[in-house]
């Protein structure tokens, strides 16, 4: 076990996977349930807007009616 910046103990193996990026199979990552918490103003603050060009493209791709379902699988601001 290591501690983190903020006094957090983790396990050294999904620390090492998070510098790494190897994680073993079958591995299940743990994260501490309020490691974002009071970050969401900076990403909305600080995150760069989407492309036009991409938005127009997305927009032709999937032709959206206003009459079916849309599943957004995007992170966000939480």
């Given at each position: 076990?290591?501690?983190?910046?903020?006094?957090?103990v983790?396990?050294?193996?999904?620390?090492?996977?998070?510098?790494?990026?190897?994680?073993?199979?079958?591995?299940?990552?743990?994260?501490?349930?309020?490691?974002?918490?009071?970050?969401?103003?900076?990403?909305?603050?600080?995150?760069?807007?989407?492309?036009?060009?991409?938005?127009?493209?997305?927009?032709?791709?999937?032709?959206?009616?206003?009459?079916g379902?849309?599943?957004?699988?995007?992170?966000?601001?939480?």
């Amino acid at each position: 076990m290591i501690r983190g910046t903020q006094g957090r103990v983790r396990d050294t193996a999904v620390q090492h996977a998070l510098c790494d990026g190897d994680r073993m199979a079958g591995e299940t990552m743990r994260f501490e349930p309020d490691l974002y918490r009071g970050t969401a103003g900076y990403y909305d603050r600080f995150r760069l807007p989407y492309p036009d060009a991409l938005i127009a493209d997305l927009l032709r791709r999937a032709a959206p009616s206003g009459r079916g379902r849309l599943l957004d699988l995007a992170c966000g601001t939480g």
